[in-house]
T-cell receptor, first 112, second 114 residues
Framework: SAVISQKPSRDICQRGTSLTIQCQVD?????MFWYRQQPGQSLTLIAT?????????ESGFVIDKFPISRPNLTFSTLTVSNMSPEDSSIYLC?????????FGSGTRLTVV | GENVEQHPSTLSVQEGDSAVIKCTYS??????FPWYKQELGKRPQLIID?????GEKKDQRIAVTLNKTAKHFSLHITETQPEDSAVYFC?????????????FGSGTQLTVLP
């Protein structure tokens, strides 16, 4: 199965700043997905990123807050902008490879 | 859109006993149902999945059953071991030519007591 490398694995950031999370897949994938997982909660989809087009955002998530890039079929970034303590969470990228969905290792973000 | 409900939220079993986690989904078009195991601080790992053209699938101690009419599916773990302790998530999606996002259940914290 595919491997997704995600970085950083964790970060502590000051409120008002931005953090960019990167995901690299070891094979070409059409769609990549970005999820947020708050402590003790399930995974909530932020957006779907298709190479060559604008990302599609779920209700409650906006491009100005979570801009996404998808420059090629193996890479994507998610930026968490103008951070507040409410953004403290785990962020995960995902992609479908073959018949299944694979996840990156996650980024644990703490905003202070 | 799809909505997935998962029960129970917590489950404690004695080592060697069986554990069953149940999920229901709302979108009758969904045709792919994976189960993920997430250990503390780790990424979700696929443990088993089932597609709508079959009713049951087994992999050693793990099995999944699907009832399309009732729109529910279940995870069965037999002969549980302490290393089975984790959070388990069910998910559903319509798997077609283009990938679609997974919709996750709320998760079940399984604790296997030695």
């Amino acid at each position: 199965s595919a491997v997704i490398s995600q970085k950083p694995s964790r970060d502590i950031c000051q409120r008002g700043t931005s953090l960019t999370i990167q995901c690299q897949v070891d094979s070409q994938v059409t769609m990549m997905f970005w999820y947020r997982q708050q402590p003790g909660q399930s995974l909530t989809l932020i957006a779907t990123a298709n190479q060559g087009s604008e990302a599609t955002y779920e209700s409650g998530f906006v491009i100005d807050k979570f801009p996404i890039s998808r420059p090629n079929l193996t890479f994507s970034t998610l930026t968490v902008s103008n951070m507040s303590p409410e953004d403290s969470s785990i962020y995960l990228c995902s992609a479908t490879v073959g018949n299944g969905y694979t996840f990156g290792s996650g980024t644990r973000l703490t905003v202070v | 859109g799809e909505n997935v409900e998962q029960h129970p939220s917590t489950l404690s079993v004695q080592e060697g006993d069986s554990a069953v986690i149940k999920c229901t989904y709302s979108d009758s078009a969904s045709n792919y149902f994976p189960w993920y195991k997430q250990e503390l601080g780790k990424r979700p790992q696929l443990i088993i999945d089932i597609r709508s053209n079959v009713g049951e699938k087994k992999d050693q101690r793990i099995a999944v059953t699907l009832n399309k009419t009732a729109k529910h599916f279940s995870l069965h773990i037999t002969e549980t071991q302490p290393e089975d302790s984790a959070v388990y998530f069910c998910a559903a999606t319509l798997s077609s030519g283009s990938a679609r996002q997974l919709t996750f259940g709320s998760g079940t914290q399984l604790t296997v007591l030695p």
